[in-house]
């Protein structure tokens, strides 16, 4: 059962969501059974069917990826922003496996499949993170691989979510408004913003001067923590937003880099960070040369720096959070409001 206390957001112009997960294990049925989860799984059901239609309209291949791996995508080196889960084996405890935080590297071994031009999937992914209201520990994954630098995959980006945003209000406008009459409206007006490009740098500047706070400083790096990113999203609020090019030891080995920082790009909207992309290393040297600079082992990457060496290849990609899509969607900022059935590491969550 969880732990954390819990509160609903309220909207002056809607309907909240009336979740009490303290009390999940005792109040599902009234829980499910309530206006506003139908409402959201409704929502889901059609973001789900969008979805795979549009991969589908975009030559992208629809894949089904184990859940288990030897090869975490966020290891446990520098970079990395997130824990993995251990599974251990009763038959042997010395084996090592992981429950898979991304199936990134199972679509960068797809597009070695002939004829195979970009790869996605929609699956449940596991991260070690303590659950709050930006983070779960089991989260609805889409993420896409493409065999494209990674401006071509931000168009493909964009083009998603304005085709999806685009449908959702056609089709479920009352769905969008029932949690804040605005959202349709807001939706709409989103739909004509222009992009705007942001170097990490940048931003860097204008938090060192407007907002100290959004800055999480150590001996090694700087980054951009959620407050900063809250900070830009309202700083740039008539913009699509994306920030571009974090410093190379910010982010995992896998990214390609130039002149130290990474070619990568988050879309930030909604809550913060709501998709994460980048182009990947292009081959064996490239690969091996960040795996070491990263300290991690390249034992643990054999596989990985095999396919690197045999097939080098441009490859990019993204990942998005389904929770936090929805969120975006219907004005909220609690992602634990938007979960169908919650769960939280080493805690008893019944059904």
Known sequence: ML??????????????????????????IKHISSESYAKILT????????????????????????ITTQSISSPMGLGSDSLPYKVISKNNPNFEFYLADSMQFHLELFLRTKNVESVGYIAPTFRGE????????????????????????????????????????????????????????RLLKWLNFDQYNLLFTNAIKILDEKFKEGIDRTELLLNINSKGEKFLINYFSDKILWLDNFPEINVPF??????????????????????????????????????LNHK?????????????????????????????????????????EVQLIPRETDKEILP
């Open 296 to 336: 991690n082992n390249p034992q643990n990457y054999k596989w990985y720096l095999e396919m690197k060496e045999k097939t080098p290849m441009i490859t990019s990609g993204f990942g998005l959070g389904m929770e936090r899509l929805m969120l975006f969607l219907i004005g909220k900022n609690d992602i634990r």
């Open 43 to 66: 929502i889901y059901s059609e973001i789900n069917f969008l979805t795979y239609k549009w991969m589908r309209d975009n030559n992208v291949k629809i894949v089904n990826c184990p």
């Open 3 to 28: 732990e954390f206390p819990y509160y609903a957001k309220k909207y002056k112009k809607g309907n909240s969501i009336t979740v009490n997960f303290k009390n999940f294990k005792h109040d599902f």
């Open 254 to 291: 896998y990214q390609k880099s130039k002149d130290g920082f990474a070619i990568n790009s988050d879309l930030l909207m909604g809550i913060g960070e709501i998709v994460g992309s980048g182009e990947r290393c292009f081959d064996y040297n490239e690969t091996l040369k960040s795996l």
């Open 130 to 185: 303590n659950v709050d209201e930006r983070h779960l520990h089991q989260f609805n994954h889409f993420e896409i691989e493409t065999k494209k630098p990674l401006v071509e995959t931000k168009k493909m980006i964009i083009n998603y979510l304005k085709y999806l945003v685009k449908n959702l209000v056609k089709t479920h406008s009352a769905e969008l408004n029932y949690f804040n009459e605005n959202n349709v409206p």
